[in-house]
């Protein structure tokens, strides 16, 4: 079991109020991922839940029980850190042991344990060396392993991907989530990186300032962003955020458009701008847009490739139905 | 290598002999009292025996009957490694508390810690003395060992504290995490990370004890007078005993400038509390 | 979690330590420093032990503020210190910059160049006023007679010798005279710890960024340009380290003056202080305030300085 309620968590550092007053209910089972910019205390709020930091006010509850004055390893919650954290003296098998050890189980518990971890992360050959001669992505799997055996009702990830490089990063991102569907144990992830909230998240949890601003499922988040920060945040390239006249058009005080769902034309369309910068991948192309009168510089995503070049006039055309229009207090407007 | 380019032929040359040069002089004192302690007290002083002279460890052989030598070397040994020891017990706790949950005061206390060792020695000269006499320790190995764990206990807290800093935060997170206590912390994690820090904080602090020569040649008499002491009293052979004098003096550095060699990297970062490393 | 007791309690006996040895004897010297306190006074032997009633307000202070004494022991402790700053920052840097590079040998001649560092400081004192220093049996001695029979023996050769027959005989130069007492305990400091000034230059210099430098020497830096705006700007913590560090230790240089030559001509603070000791308390005690106010102007000086990069 891994249910875990938030009620009325609050942390004060010194002057600064980092989390105000916030509630946040994570079901059993549940995939959630805390994702915002550095500094909007998502990391601050999974060590509260973890134990390792103090709540200012308020109770945090796992089960149903109250663990608000619970020393973290009473919590029953394993957790992997961004700098792996293993111990580097000890082997890598002593470092899978070393929680089992301090929970007092038996050796030979201790070692079925061990191999049945080692042998589903692949680190079967490498149970004896230590951290130091391992690489990143294997120090990794070493600190999921010791976080594995302990059974934990829930598992705590902060930043675990962000020391790998791109390369690995995709390819411990699905071992993550594979394991997750295996364990089907509750797993909560901090991350900045938005892909990686939208590609493992059963619900992404979106923070700014301490400030939850939306929680919600990856395509809720996409398709009806509560506000423009949210909009801003979710999604990759960046929505394009118009302002202004255009935006009353459509009777707003603003209205965004993903690149995605802009199409484009070299003879005619809604707007007019001029090609400053293609991106080309291939599968996409990227299209960066100046002079349109309407923002510094517009985005456009096209499927294949197009022939597009530095100080081309090109035009732009939205998709109405997928305007998004906010209020002046940047709120959707529904 | 731009920098290899331009190394002409002289430099190639001048740099390394300039280098043995300096090494040289500079170690040529210690050099000599070594030469000298294998000279008889006669020789010492003939010129004509300043290099070539017949060698004796009569010196050395003599040490007890003329300086009552391993007196002094046995009370320098117990209060230096008694304090040095005394000091990391005290220390370690202080410095991880320190490094691992700093409060807002931390900072404070380290630096008014430090402010403490520039505190004169010589303005608490008699209250020490009157202290001590009236408290029945002066000249015991108790005062010494007291008195050395004092005067260096903020730069052992301040070594440790610098080592304690480079271990990662995490790990002693993941320690709590994985079910340890503060003492298991210690002992599990930070003593065998740190083993390097503290093993060089304690060399330094057995240095220090051992070198110490204002409180212990103030404080005792003769029960508990350490090799300072001893050296301090014979100040002023007159000429007469370079020889015997060259030998003690040898006994009393030689196997500190030896322990010495083996920290000199510790010691850059320690005594400059990590901010050269 | 919420609790603090633990780390608290960790750091209590450390803190409590210091503070009783901080606080106590400084507070007895306070106390000495306010009261007619001599130890051998046959006339009033009411002043031998320390009380009250033998208030004296700050007639110690004055005491030993009209005293020549107490002055020129601030002059001895400023000379000495600065000189011994001054001479083992050059000297360190210099040899730091000397050693740095590679060559055959460079380990041996960094552990040659740091054992005087381990040197126990009386041996250090004993070692120079006595088997290099002494004027007649020392090598300074040595080294001078030496020099005067080579040119008395020139004297007579042919041709030159009227050359040399103008040249005077040479004397020895007596360390532990007053002019030159302070000069000795100078030289002896200073050999001791310039080691200590290499090493933590050194590795200092080991830590300078050489893509900077490549890009210097791209830019057309010169040698000198290289050191001038690279490596001494990247030296100056360093520098102020050495400086702090070695202040602390010099201020209460004490056995190296005692064993030159007890005091005569190179008394510094301490031992003027030590002087008072052996009788008067209360003259002692009110100069060891004056020291102490002089260490703390010293020490807020240096905290600011240094305490800034120690806490990075």
């Known amino acids: ?237 960046k929505m394009n955020l118009i302002e202004g006249a255009e935006a009353e058009k459509h009777g707003a005080a603003s209205i965004g458009i993903r690149p995605e769902h802009l199409t484009v034309s070299k003879s005619e369309g809604t707007w007019k701008g001029r090609v400053g910068v293609a991106e080309h991948l291939g599968s996409d192309t990227f299209i960066h847009v100046h002079d349109t009168g309407l923002m510094d510089m517009m985005t456009v995503r096209i499927n294949g490739d197009i022939d597009a070049r530095h100080g081309d006039t090109i035009y732009l055309s939205p998709q109405v139905d997928q305007i998004h229009r906010f209020d002046a207090q940047d709120l959707r407007i529904a | 290598m731009a920098i290899v380019a331009e190394t002409t032929k002289f430099s190639k040359f001048a740099w390394p002999i300039l280098a043995w040069g300096v090494a040289l002089i500079f170690f040529f004192p210690i050099f000599w009292m070594v030469l000298t302690s294998f000279k008889t007290d006669a020789d010492a002083v003939k010129p004509e025996f300043l290099l070539w002279f017949t060698p004796t460890l009569e010196n050395y052989a003599n040490m007890t009957d003329n300086y009552d030598y391993w007196r002094f070397a046995t009370n320098s040994i117990i209060t230096s490694v008694s304090a040095t020891l005394l000091t990391l017990i005290v220390g370690v706790p202080c410095a991880y508390a320190m490094a691992f949950d700093p409060s807002r005061g931390t900072k404070d206390i380290l630096m008014w810690m430090l402010s403490t060792k520039m505190l004169p020695a010589a303005a608490v000269l008699y209250p020490m003395i009157f202290l001590a006499k009236g408290l029945g320790i002066y000249d015991t190995h108790f005062l010494v060992i007291m008195v050395l764990c004092l005067i260096n206990l903020p730069i052992v807290i301040w070594m440790l504290f610098t080592y304690f800093k480079d271990i990662p935060k995490d790990i002693i997170e993941a320690g709590k995490m994985d079910g340890l206590n503060t003492w298991g912390e210690v002992r599990e994690i930070l003593i ?48 007469l005993f370079f020889g015997r004098l060259s030998a003690v003096s040898t006994a009393a550095v030689g196997p500190i400038v030896i322990l010495g060699w083996f920290c000199q990297k510790q010691l850059v970062q320690g005594l400059t509390f990590g901010a050269v490393k | 979690m ?15 330590l210091l503070l009783v040895w901080m606080l106590v004897p400084l507070g007895m010297t306070l106390f000495f420093s306010f ?54 920052v050059i000297l360190g840097v210099l040899i730091a910059v000397l050693v740095n590079r590679s060559f055959p040998g460079r380990g041996i001649v960094r552990v040659l160049l740091i054992s005087p560092f381990f040197v126990m400081p009386a041996v250090n004192a004993v070692l120079w006023i006595n088997m290099i220093l002494d004027p007649v049996l020392g090598l300074q001695g040595i080294a001078v007679g030496g020099i005067n029979e080579v040119i008395a023996g020139l004297r007579n050769a042919p041709l030159i010798g009227g050359f040399f027959s103008l040249w005077p005989e040479l004397n020895p130069i007596s360390f532990r005279a007053t002019q030159t007492s302070a000069y000795a305990v100078i030289m002896m400091v200073t050999w001791q710890w310039t080691p200590f000034a290499v090493l933590i230059f050194m590795t200092s210099l080991q830590s300078e960024d050489q893509q900077q430098k490549e890009a210097a020497i791209l830019d057309g830096a010169g040698r000198w340009s290289q050191f001038r705006f690279l490596t001494l700007p990247h030296l100056g913590r360093p520098i102020a380290i050495v400086v702090m560090i070695q202040a602390i230790f010099h201020l209460s240089l004490y056995a190296e003056i005692e064993i030159v030559s007890r005091g005569n001509g190179n008394k510094n603070l301490p031992y003027f202080i030590g002087e008072l000791a052996n009788n008067n308390i209360g003259a002692a005690s009110a100069t060891g305030i004056f020291a102490v106010i002089l260490a703390n102007i010293v020490a807020i000086f240096l905290l600011r300085m240094v305490g800034k990069t120690l806490m990075e």
Request: charged residues 20%; glycine residues 8%.
């Open chain 3, 35 to 88: 009261i007619r306190y001599v130890l051998n006074n046959l006339r009033r032997p009411e002043w031998t032990s320390p009380s009250i009633e033998n208030w004296r307000g700050f007639g110690n202070y004055k005491f030993v503020w009209n005293q020549d004494g107490f002055w020129l022991a601030i002059q001895n402790s400023l000379l000495i210190v600065c000189s011994i700053l001054f001479l083992t």
């Open chain 3, 2 to 16: 919420a609790n603090r007791t633990i780390p608290r309690l960790l750091q209590t006996p450390a803190v409590l």
């Open chain 1, 1 to 237: 079991m891994g249910r875990i309620a938030l009620n009325k968590v609050k942390k004060v550092f010194g002057d600064v109020e980092v989390i105000p007053p916030l509630d946040l209910t994570i079901d059993d089972g549940e995939f959630v991922v805390f994702v915002g910019p550095s500094g909007c205390g998502k990391s601050t709020l999974l060590r509260m839940i973890a134990g390792l930091e103090d709540l200012t006010a308020g109770a945090i509850e796992i089960d149903d029980e109250d663990v608000t004055e619970v020393p973290p390893s009473k919590r029953g919650l394993a957790m992997v850190f961004q700098s792996y954290a293993l111990y580097p003296h000890m082997t890598v098998r002593k470092n899978i042991a070393f929680p089992m050890r301090m929970a007092g189980i038996d050796e030979a518990t201790q070692n079925a344990k061990i191999d049945a971890a080692a042998k589903s992360l692949n680190l079967t050959d490498y149970l004896d060396r230590k951290p130091g001669q391992l690489s990143g992505g294997q120090r990794q799997r070493v600190a999921i392993g010791r976080a594995i055996v302990r059974e934990p009702a829930a598992f705590l990830f902060d930043e675990p991907l962000s020391n790998l490089d791109a390369a690995l990063r995709v390819g411990m991102r699905l071992e993550i989530m594979e394991l997750h569907k295996k364990l089907e144990t509750t797993m909560i992830y901090v991350t900045h990186d938005q892909v990686e909230a939208m590609t493992m998240a059963d619900k992404i949890v979106v923070l700014q300032a301490g400030v939850i601003e939306q929680v919600g499922s990856p395509l809720e988040l996409y398709h009806t962003p509560r506000n423009k920060f949210v909009a801003g945040f979710i999604g990759s390239p």
């Open chain 2, 192 to 239: 065998p990370l740190a083993w390097g820090g503290i093993a060089s904080t304690a060399l330094l602090a057995f240095i220090f004890c051992w070198n110490e020569a204002y409180w212990t040649v103030r404080l005792t008499t003769i029960d508990a007078a350490t090799l300072s002491k001893l050296i301090e009293g014979n100040r002023a052979p007159e000429g």
